[in-house]
């Protein structure tokens, strides 16, 4: 373990579902992140939170919803997603923006 | 717009071998360059993090090296094994998130 803990691993949900997808780090950092990965793609910036406030939102559609309770947890909200939405989606946290990033090891979507 | 580039996309080398993965990048203004390894269907793992104040930065068979004026970063992996086949990521950081190429996939042959 990396010190970031992604929960589930592994996520199978249909279109008019609604699920989370859970991060949790204890390495102390203030800034944490959501980085999509698709096949033959690089990892793409999703959101960005900054000691709990957001501070970057790349165009990401309003079915996917970012929520930072507190500086140790981070959540992805999933409600009536895309067969293109299955990827690996990565948490991520950093000291602050800007330094050496941490990565958990992912929860693998499928969208049926 | 930062784009970072990775050379080549696949590797495969006998074990034993040295070798050295490229990475180019065309925003000289990073805060830091990270390498990464990814293993299939697995999450990132840091291997090195070079300020952008420094020029290397070594740990273990792993040497990275960093120079911002060409835009380059260069991973040097010595007497490479089986254990070290995985995607290896390079990364720069802005001020707000890190910018990834597609990664080079290595394969070392026993």
């Known amino acids: 373990e990396t010190g970031v803990t992604q929960t589930p691993r592994h996520l199978v949900m249909g279109m008019t579902n609604k699920k989370s997808l859970k991060c949790e780090q204890h390495?102390?950092?203030?800034?944490m992140y959501w980085y999509k990965q698709s096949a033959k793609k690089p990892l793409e910036l999703m959101f960005v939170?900054?000691?709990?406030?957001?501070?970057e939102n790349n165009s990401v559609p309003s079915r996917f919803s970012p929520e930072c309770p507190n500086s140790s947890h981070l959540f992805l909200h999933l409600h009536t997603l895309q067969p293109e939405d299955s990827a690996l989606y990565l948490c991520?946290?950093?000291?602050?923006?800007?330094?050496?990033?941490?990565f958990g090891s992912g929860t693998r979507l499928t969208v049926v | 717009k930062q784009e970072v580039t990775q050379i080549p996309a696949a590797l495969s080398v006998p074990e034993g071998e040295n070798l050295v993965l490229n990475c180019s990048f065309t925003?000289?203004?990073?805060?830091?360059l990270q390498w990464f390894r990814q293993d299939p269907g697995k999450g990132l793992t840091s291997l090195l993090l070079i300020q952008s104040s420094q020029r290397e930065q070594t740990s273990g068979r792993l040497n990275a090296s960093l120079d911002k004026s060409s835009g380059r970063s260069t991973l040097y992996i010595a007497a490479s094994q089986p254990g070290d086949s995985a995607t290896y990521l390079c990364a720069g950081a802005g001020s707000y998130q890190l910018t990834f190429g597609k990664g080079t996939k290595l394969s070392v042959i026993p």
């Open positions: 991520a946290s950093s000291p602050q923006t800007g330094s050496g990033y941490t």
């Open positions: 925003d000289s203004a990073i805060y830091n």
């Open positions: 390495l102390g950092h203030n800034a």
């Open positions: 939170y900054s000691l709990e406030e957001r501070v």
